[in-house]
């Protein structure tokens, strides 16, 4: 394929969610390393949902295709996606329908189950309508999860190993939510599997100090060990790779995803959920696992330009063609 001339990409960045300043790291990445690459490439910071002022900073600036760097809210549950969609605009990651099933912890579990996929026993609840403690302990058991249905990050995530503390996790969950999925604690390993051009990638193995990969231990440095590849036997390596390609299928996921996968103790993957855009740093999971492939984080962003380019006019690109100085595939 020739070189594309992708004009000016937009990176979108920041966002309206509580994701804000993860998502600036990633933007601000991803910028780097297009510059650096010789592109031409523009921070967009976006600071509000609202799609009309969104749609008018976009044409403002004169972006050709857009780079997704947005986290949480707004950036992965497909309304930013819909509205670069109206603008017939090329966008990096996934499609309307698939960010927002991912998003969704409850809809993109249905989904893993539909296909075959373990999860662990889940349950989801609302603000307005919560079991008690008591009912909730005895159909998930204890330990278990809570966190927010549509948030990242682990934030507002709590583990919660006592009954009583169950009405306090909630809480926090409903902080950033308006319901809150309530899961089986599985012990094991915590795996991540990364998904690139419809290909899973090495197996990520995290080994947090805290009990579990929580915020702290996502964002604060020296709190995880990344172990890529991950040290597994062949066959649960592809075994769990398998999983993570499943599950980035069953949502109609494009381009790239990761997935987080707990290893039990009989090595058996079980899936938590499906992250349409993962951080995007160079020292974020995805690009550890594309690197360990051979991909270091310059191609691996142009890559995914291409794909964005491919999914807008796959006929002009799969032909090799090259973008002009208006813009169209020449």
Known sequence: ??????????????GPSSERE????????????????????LAVDVTTDER?????LFRSLGIDCAFICLHGYFGEDGRVQEILEGMKMPYTGSGVQASRLAMDKTAAHARFQGAGLRVPRWMSVSRRESPAAEDIQKRIG?????????NGSSIGLSLVEHEADIEKALREAFRFDERALIEE???????????LDEAAL??????????????????????????VPAPLAEAISAQVRAAGLLAHKSLGCYGFSRVDII??????????ELNS??????????PKAARAAGIEFDRLCIRLLELAWQRHLPAAVQGAGRRGDSGTIV
Not at 142 to 150: C, G, Q
Request: proline share 7%; hydrophobic share 45%.
């Open 202 to 227: 090495p197996v990520v193995q995290i080994v947090p100090k805290n009990r579990f990969f929580d915020y702290e231990a996502k964002y604060k440095a020296g709190m995880s060990e990344y172990l």
């Open 263 to 272: 290893l039990d103790e009989h090595n058996t993957p079980f899936v938590l």
């Open 185 to 195: 604690y599985i012990k094991g390993k915590e795996l991540t599997v990364g998904i």
């Open 1 to 14: 394929m020739a070189e594309l001339n992708f004009g000016k990409i937009g990176v979108l960045m920041g």
């Open 22 to 41: 993860i998502s600036l790291k990633s933007g601000r990445a991803v910028l780097e390393a297009l510059k650096a690459a010789g592109l031409d490439a």
């Open 277 to 286: 855009i993962p951080g995007f740093t160079p020292l974020s999971l995805l």
């Open 142 to 150: 204890l330990p278990l999860v809570v966190k927010p249905v549509t």
């Open 52 to 56: 009309l002022q969104n749609e008018s």
